[in-house]
Each structure stands twice: as structure tokens, then as C-alpha cells.
């Protein structure tokens, strides 16, 4: 039990790096539209990012003493493919729409709409015959109020084509976070991820040499973005993800991961000197409050205080039996 507490306490400090990463590379993809265009960013960032993983496995296999059968070395080699590919194609579908998106949406309302997974793995969830605590479902709602206060600066205007274009976007991040929690225990997450975006990498070329016209010097021109969104935010975060979904729920993982909003308001302050208005504090207080609530487990609670009462009784028993025994 104490194992699992620290493997969860550890999976749930990895997805909130991931979070940490996720808000600032928000200023990243909108920074690289300046250079070069959106399929043409995903399809140089996703490649960096597989690339920059392949010395980390070299690594790891140089140090790990390789004891598996050739039987067992097949299977595990079929599912880390199927496992790249699955998370891959979703992604990519989710990266693509978004990216074209953001160069007509305010980030503010980028960010409030994408975040939004955190109703979809929910839904999806329970679709599936998946069973919600109450408390979890309270943390939803809170998150949300908290992300609304925290990303939109006045009233909401007009639906328009684009807010729905990144609303699709969102679903399948959804999507993303429940095929990443169905495979995350069955692969190597570094290998995984790097096959995820190579895959995406690959998918995007055909977007890229369609709609735009890359050049070599608007690439070079975009290094920062393309450096920051390639290594950390696809090689160092996505495979944070896949680990720390390894031992949390898709759900509390959705919550911990829409954090980035916070972490992007944050980095604003610390980076650009933006300041935060009140209701922006108070929108970043929910959020971290939610994330706080989905972590109490009441039915886990009640059987631990069952425990230590039976113990406890056991305990006592025993001293009365000593007692007895010497009179």
C-alpha cells in the first residue's frame, strides 16, 4: 500500500511538470505563428521531439540488463507500435486543429476552450459504465468556474466558427488523455512517446507541403519556439503524461493537467511582468482547490479508520488477555 501511495504521489507530480510545461509553451505555439505556419510548427516540433528522445533510450538500454525472451521482446515491440500509432493518430488529429485555430482565437479564450478535456474524460468515462465520486464530480464543476474566471478578461462574445474548431480539438485531447491511461501500463513511456511523435511528425507533412510554404529560414528564424515546443513540451511533458497516468485515474489526471492554465498565467507574471487581476487569483484558487478535492478519497478514508479501529480493538483485546493471564 505505501508503495502505491508513493508511485501515485510521484505519477502526480509528473503530470503537474507536464501541466508546468503545457502553460508556458502556450506562449511558444502563438510566438511561431509570427515565423512560420501551423502544420509546418507541428511537423518540425513533433520530429524534434521524437528525435530528442532516441539517446534517452540508447542511454537507458546501455545501463538495463536486458533479460527477455524473443517471444516476449515480439509481443511487448507489437504493442509499443500499436500504442505509438493509437496515441499518435489522436494526437495529431487534436495538435493540427488546434494549432490552426489559435491564429484566430485570443489566448484567453484558447486556453479556457482547451482545457475544457476536463469535461470530456468525464462524459467519455461514464459512457463507458465508469462510476464518478461525488467528490470528483464537485472538483469538475469547480475547475471549470475557475478556469472561466481565470482565462476570460470581460464578457463572453459570439460562438464563432473557430471556438468550435478548438472545442473539437479538446474532445479529442480527451480522447488523447483515455487511449495514453489504456496503454500507459503495457509500454515503455519514453519509447512510447517517441514513436507518438514521430507518428505525428509524419502525419503532418502532408498539411505542411499542402496549405503552406516552408522555407528553411523561417524555421531557423523560429528556433526558440520550435526548441521550446520540440524538447520540453513533446520530448520532456507528453512522456511525463504517459507515465503518470501510469498510476492515476484518467479523470484526476485531466484535472491535474488543466492546471497549465494557471501555470501560464503564472509564467506571464514571472516572464512577460503581466500583473493578475483579482478575478484571476480567485479563478486559480478554485483551480488548485479542485485539483486538491479530486485527491480525497472518502471510501479509502473510511476503510483505513475501519482498520485502525479494528486494530486498535485487536490491540486492546490482547492487553485484557495479558492482564487475565496474570491474575
Known sequence: MGIFLKKHAFANIALFLTALIWGLSFVAQRAGMDYIGPFTFNTVRSFLGGLSLI????????????????????????????????????????????????????????GFISALYIIYVPLISMFFGQKLEKN???????????LYLLCFKGAISGFSFYDLLILIST????????????????????????????????????????????????IIACHAPILYAGILTCGVAYTLQIFGQRYTSPIIASLILCTESVFAVIGGMLILSETMAPREIVGCVLMISAVVLSQIKPKEYKMIKKANALSASSTLDCECDNVFAKL
Open 171 to 218: 474532445f479529442f485531447y480527451g480522447i488523447h488523455i483515455l487511449v495514453v491511461n489504456h496503454f500507459s501500463q503495457k509500454v515503455d513511456a519514453v519509447k512510447a512517446s517517441c514513436i507518438q511523435f514521430i507518428v505525428v511528425g509524419a502525419l503532418s507533412i502532408p498539411l505542411m507541403l499542402l496549405f503552406e510554404n516552408p522555407t528553411i529560414n523561417g
Open 136 to 146: 470528483v464530480k464537485i472538483s469538475v464543476c469547480v475547475a471549470v468556474v475557475g
Open 55 to 110: 539517446p534517452v533510450i540508447f542511454l537507458v538500454k546501455l545501463f538495463r540488463k536486458d533479460s527477455r525472451t524473443r517471444q516476449i521482446k515480439h509481443e511487448q515491440h507489437r504493442m509499443l507500435l500499436k500504442a505509438g500509432l493509437c496515441c499518435g493518430f489522436v494526437l495529431f488529429i487534436a495538435i493540427s486543429i488546434q494549432q490552426y485555430s489559435m491564429k484566430f482565437v485570443d489566448a484567453g479564450r484558447a
